[in-house]
């Protein structure tokens, strides 16, 4: 998983492997530095959130929002416009 923040916002970059087990409602974590940890987290909750244990950031999304990839539109998952942070989850085709 490829991770960019930037001001209020979060894009998640999985790869066909990831998306997969995203779809299948698991969890998927990446460690960007060795004090940074990031876990995008499906949730039976029907908002996004993001929650942090001090070490790893928790992005939560809805479950039944993820939706498969298609090969227009790489994008999974998407928060609602207006919202904070702004949370997108999409396949990475590079990978």
């Known amino acids: ?3 960019r923040l930037s001001d ?8 066909e492997f990831e998306v997969a087990s ?3 409602g698991r969890s998927i974590t990446a460690t960007v530095t060795h004090d940074l940890v ?3 987290v499906p949730t039976d909750s029907e908002r996004s959130s993001l929650g942090s244990d001090g070490v790893t ?3 939560k999304v809805p ?6 990839p298609s090969m227009v539109d790489p994008r999974m998952y998407e928060s609602a416009p207006g ?3 702004h949370i997108l989850v999409e396949m990475d085709r590079n990978r």
């Not at 209020?8 to 790869?15: N, Q």
């Not at 479950?63 to 498969?68: E, H, K």
């Open 8 to 15: 209020g916002d979060i894009r998640l970059r999985l790869t």
């Open 57 to 59: 950031h928790v992005v």
């Open 22 to 24: 995203a779809l299948e």
């Open 1 to 3: 998983m490829k991770v």
């Open 63 to 68: 479950a039944s929002a993820i939706q498969s």
């Open 83 to 85: 919202s904070h942070p």
């Open 38 to 40: 990031v876990s995008l």
